[in-house]
């Protein structure tokens, strides 16, 4: 599938780092570090603009490296970019370790997949079908 991208950032475009990868790294693309402090969140803008195929969206996911390494996750997880949405992409980073974590003009703060997706209308009733599991809620499946 081709789609339409404009990258502003000078940086290299979103690619696979491997044959059977589900996302591609993205990287900021701002004028000055941004220091997070423990807890405290961000927009990291990336200089990225897509034009996604109807029926698809792309999710913005945090990097399992940063996650680990140094408490950095993106706060929205997944992030959705619809497919009507022209504007850049930013990603909503936020610091959940002790320590101040700089983002610097080319890391890779985040990635991205794209994902089909479908669209349904509601069928409004007054009662749902049996299930084998029914109305049992959280940990009613065991471990």
Known sequence: MKIRIINRSGHSLPKYETDNSAGMDIKAFINKDII??????AI???GLYLS????????????SGLAIKKGISVLN???TIDSDYRGEIG????????EEFKVKNGDRIAQLIIAKHESISWD?????????????????TGL
């Open 36 to 41: 997070l402090r423990p807890l405290e969140r």
């Open 124 to 140: 409004e009733v007054e009662k749902l079908e049996d299930s084998p599991r029914g109305s049992a809620g959280f940990g009613s």
């Open 52 to 63: 996604l195929p109807n029926g698809h969206e792309a999710q913005v996911r945090p990097r």
């Open 44 to 46: 990291v803008t990336t």
């Open 91 to 98: 990603v909503i980073l936020i610091n959940l370790s002790n």
């Open 77 to 79: 997880s997944p992030g």
